[in-house]
């Protein structure tokens, strides 16, 4: 899902020297790499990933070191202490342990524990779907409206050709008196008017553009790309055979809710371990060494006491076991209210499969619609091309007026338009079917 660098270098050379071709593969590639939503989720994923182990679950043994550093000073006068009526003494000591704690039983609750890591990894690669699905079903509705439009104004521009002829054939009959200044009024109206739509179909082409490079990640450049493909061979017709199937496998709502049944299981499976006693086991060694010095006299020897050094070391196993007797209920509560999620997100994911199959329906149904209109369209403008040719010919030939042919130009115009909106969408219910179906995501 990252734009490569060779991509990358084409695209930065294009630039520079010309108009850059862009397929819509390449303008989902480019999309994805700079969709924050993706990368955000594609973060997620990594986090869940890191977190999906058995240490974060609690099955691995911590093993701690301390140290702890005392020292003191202490002095003391005392004349009935006949021995040693005062003293002063520095003491400092130094105990440390090493200590293993491992957990050997709680229920079961370290594999629930488990479990729920991998389906929180599972969830959050869902999730980064979602955005990549979001992002493919914008994409490519952004790149096939630009298409759409292009091609109006391909449309467009033959009939206002058209029109700038009739106004010079008109302008020439009316210089050898076989044509009225009216005649020439009305195909200059005719050709201006062409001409105005024409202007306001490049500013929505520009605006169309933009929005193309908004959805990719692009800001800062001004320059219409070149799209590369084209709106008759995009999406062949689909087969219902085998949709409603993968509608069911794949769609990612479907699949959302799937998630949430397994998690809300594995919750009650975790909230009943509460019940069950845990076993515990701890090893390890702890020692301490001190070192006293005394500034004082033996009485018998009259020679200064000094430094004293003590030291011990102790090993140690122990073996914990606990069980709680009374909690006012609190753990049967949170397994009845497990319970009860579980059986509301089935309430839901049930109605969430009834609401997606009845949208897969009426969907299929317009998209066959489509197919059948625009198969009829193209037959229309197949008389319009015809009919077009025919009164260019009987107009130069006078035998019909400007106004019927100008009448055959608009309905030769509008059987494009037609045509081309038809085609635009069988597209669209096409791409809301992929999205269904979970057709739309591919793993790069």
């Known amino acids: 899902m990252r734009i490569s660098i060779s991509l990358f270098l084409i695209l930065q050379f294009s630039f520079a020297f010309g108009q850059t071709e862009l397929s819509l593969s390449q303008a989902l590639e480019i999309g994805l790499a700079n ?11 990594l986090i869940s990933e890191n977190n ?58 370290i594999k629930y524990a488990k479990t729920g890591l991998g389906l929180q990894r599972e969830q959050a690669e869902l999730n980064m779907r979602i955005a990549i699905e979001d992002l493919t079903e914008q994409l490519m509705l952004a790149y096939y409206q630009v ?81 590369t493909d084209n709106l008759e061979s995009v999406i062949p017709l689909l087969e219902k055979e085998g949709l409603q199937q993968r509608m069911l496998d794949n769609n990612t709502d479907i699949l959302n809710l799937r998630l949430a049944d397994k998690l809300a299981l594995n919750n009650i499976d975790i909230q009943k371990t509460a019940l069950k006693p845990t076993l515990g086991l701890g090893l390890g060694v702890s020692g301490n060494l001190n070192s006293i010095y005394l500034d004082a006299e033996n009485p018998i020897t009259m020679e200064i006491i000094g430094r004293n050094t003590s030291y011990g070391v102790n090993p140690f196993l122990n073996l914990t076991a606990s069980y709680r007797l009374f909690d006012a209920g609190l753990r049967k509560t949170r397994i009845q209210n ?7 997100n089935k309430d839901l994911m049930l109605n969430m499969e009834q609401t997606i199959a009845t949208q897969f329906e009426n969907t299929y149904l317009q998209m066959v619609t489509n197919q059948r209109v625009l198969e009829m369209s193209e037959q229309q403008l197949d008389n319009a091309s015809k009919n077009l040719d025919i009164a ?37 219910s096409q791409i809301s079917i992929l999205n269904l179906t979970g057709g739309l995501y591919t793993k790069g």
């Open 35 to 45: 969709n924050l939503q993706v990368r955000f989720q594609e973060k997620q994923v």
């Open 52 to 109: 999906d182990t058995w240490a974060n679950a609690g099955r691995t043994p911590t093993v701690d070191v301390t140290a702890v550093n005392q020292s003191a000073i202490s002095q003391q006068v005392n004349p009935a202490n006949v021995i040693l009526p005062e003293q002063l003494s520095y003491s400092t000591g130094l105990n440390g342990g090493l200590e293993m704690n491992l957990l050997l039983y709680n229920g079961g609750r």
């Open 147 to 227: 298409l759409l439009v292009e091609e109006q104004r391909t449309v467009l521009q033959e009939v206002k050709s058209l029109s700038k002829d009739r106004l010079d054939f008109q302008e020439l009959k009316r210089e050898y008196g076989s044509a009225s200044t009216f005649d020439v009024i009305q195909a200059k109206d005719a050709y201006l008017n062409d001409s105005i739509a024409y202007i306001q179909l490049e500013n929505q082409i520009a605006a169309l553009h933009n929005n193309l490079k908004l959805v990719m990640g692009i800001s800062g450049n001004t320059e219409q790309y070149k799209l």
């Open 338 to 344: 497990a319970e009860v999620q579980w059986q509301a």
């Open 392 to 428: 260019k010919d009987r107009f130069e030939n006078g035998l019909i007026s400007s106004f019927d042919y100008r009448t055959i130009q608009l309905g030769y115009l509008s059987a494009s338009q037609a045509r081309l909106e038809a085609r635009f969408n069988l597209i669209n």
